[in-house]
C-alpha cells in the first residue's frame, strides 16, 4: 500500500504544470525514483538507502567527496579567468570575463546573466562532474536526497574556487530548462594576486566578447538559428512579425563591452557591497 500512495505522489508531481519548470537532475532524479517503485521494491529500502548515504557524506571531507583530482585543493589567490560559451551557436557566442574565485555560484550565475545578456527570467543549474550545483527549491519540502550517486549542492552557499580550482577544468552552466541554453565554462588562467592589483583587473570584469545574446524564450539553438535565417532573408511578414518580436535594435553580431562592464559594476555593488 505504502508503494502506491509513494507511486500516486510522485504521478502527481510530475504531471503538476510546474514540473517542466525542474531543473533537468531533478526530473531524471524523480523519472528514477518511480522506476525504482514500478519495479516493485519496497520503498523502505530506498529510505535506508538515503539515510545511510547521507551518514556516509556527513564523514566525509571536501578532498574525498570531489574525486581525487582535488586532493591537492586549496584557495585560490588572485582572480580567475573564465570563458563561457553558449554550446551549439554557429557563429560563436562567448564571453571572457574576471571573477573572484571565492564567490558563491549564485553570484556567478548573476555576473554570467550580466555578461551574456541574459534577463534573469528562468531557473538554472551548473553540472561539474555530475555533480549539480542549484538554487535551493523551498516548494516541496519532502527530500528523496541523492540514493542515485548525484550530488546536489546549494548555490547560494557553494564557492567556485572550491570546485574549479585549476586552470583547464570546466563545467556546464544551463539557464532555461525550456530553451536549455547550455554554457561551457572554463577555467583560462588563474591571475596572481601581484598582477591583479591593479585596474585592469577589476572583477567582476568582461574583457572580451563575441556576438549578442540570443532573444529570450526563442526557442534555443534550433530556434535562435530559425530566426537569424529569417532575419537575414527577404523581407517577409514573418519577417516583419519577428523584428517587432525582438525589436528594430536586435543585431546578432553586435555587442557593447563597456555597457556589459558599467553594468557590472552595478551588480558588484548590489551584491558585493
Not at 532524479?29 to 557524506?57: P, Y
Not at 530553451?179 to 568582461?206: A, G, L, M, Q, Y
Amino acid at each position: 500500500m505504502i508503494n502506491l500512495l509513494i507511486l500516486k505522489f510522485l504521478e502527481d508531481i510530475k504531471n503538476a504544470k510546474e514540473y517542466s519548470h525542474f531543473p533537468k537532475a531533478d526530473q531524471q532524479r524523480l523519472d528514477e525514483i518511480i522506476q525504482f517503485v514500478e519495479n516493485g521494491k519496497d520503498v523502505t529500502s530506498l529510505f535506508q538507502e538515503v539515510q545511510s548515504n547521507n551518514k556516509q557524506l556527513a564523514q566525509l571531507t571536501l578532498d574525498d567527496l570531489f574525486s581525487d583530482e582535488t586532493e591537492d585543493f586549496e584557495p585560490i589567490e588572485g582572480i580567475m579567468q573564465l570563458k563561457i560559451t553558449l554550446n551549439g551557436a554557429k557563429p560563436p557566442i562567448w564571453r571572457r570575463i574576471l571573477v573572484d574565485p571565492n564567490m558563491t555560484f549564485d553570484e556567478l550565475y548573476n555576473v554570467i546573466q550580466v555578461s551574456m545578456g541574459w534577463t534573469n527570467s528562468h531557473l538554472y543549474n551548473f553540472n561539474y562532474k555530475n555533480i549539480y550545483i542549484e538554487p535551493e527549491n523551498d516548494e516541496f519540502e519532502f527530500d528523496f536526497g541523492s540514493p542515485f550517486g548525484k550530488e546536489i549542492l546549494d548555490a547560494e552557499i557553494t564557492i567556485i574556487g572550491d570546485l574549479l580550482s585549476h586552470e583547464g577544468e570546466s563545467c556546464i552552466y544551463t539557464y532555461d530548462f525550456g530553451d536549455n541554453w547550455e554554457h561551457t565554462i572554463k577555467v583560462e588562467k588563474i591571475i596572481s594576486d601581484e598582477k591583479s592589483e591593479n585596474d585592469e583587473f577589476f572583477v567582476p570584469r568582461c574583457i572580451k566578447a563575441k556576438r549578442a545574446c540570443p532573444p529570450e524564450d526563442c526557442g534555443g539553438i534550433p530556434g535562435l538559428t530559425e530566426l537569424e535565417k529569417v532575419l537575414a532573408g527577404p523581407q517577409t511578414e514573418e519577417q516583419d512579425s519577428l523584428k517587432i518580436w525582438v525589436g528594430e535594435s536586435y543585431d546578432s553580431e553586435k555587442i557593447d563591452l563597456d555597457d556589459i562592464n558599467q553594468n557590472l559594476q552595478k551588480l558588484y555593488k548590489e551584491l558585493f557591497l
